[in-house]
């Protein structure tokens, strides 16, 4: 199993950013896409989640609004739209694989990170 995150990078605030995160070695349907992110000296907190299966995303507060979650199935890969940032969105931000929900306790594969940085 492998997830691969990509298109952090560094933005002014009220920029956009478009993370991806590519899926391989399992059945794409079978399970959700998460994206989480972590800050220095935070824990890890869910911001969105997506089953193509079941037609259901999950947004945490703070981003709803600002962020969209989406799925290319012929690509197995997740976008997460980003708009409107903030500089407290910086942080490094995973992907990862299991069942819908915003609780990392749900999820079985994580990809490795990528940093967004907000500049105010």
């Known amino acids: 199993v492998q997830l691969q995150a990509s298109g952090g990078g560094l933005v002014q605030a009220g920029g956009s950013l478009r993370l991806s995160c590519a899926a391989s070695?399992?059945?794409?349907?079978?399970?959700?896409i998460g994206w989480f992110r972590q800050a220095p000296g935070k824990e890890r907190e869910g911001v969105s989640c997506?089953?193509?299966?079941?037609?259901?995303?999950y947004y945490a507060d703070s981003v709803k609004g600002r962020f969209t979650i989406s799925s290319d199935n012929a690509k197995n890969t997740v976008y997460l739209q980003m708009n409107s940032l903030k500089p407290e969105d910086t942080a490094v931000y995973y992907c990862?694989?299991?069942?819908?929900?915003?609780?990392?306790?749900?999820?079985?594969?994580w990809g490795q990170g990528t940093q967004v940085t907000v500049s105010s």
């Open positions: 997506i089953s193509s299966s079941e037609n259901t995303t």
């Open positions: 070695g399992f059945t794409f349907d079978d399970y959700a």
């Open positions: 990862a694989a299991g069942g819908i929900s915003l609780q990392r306790d749900e999820y079985d594969y």
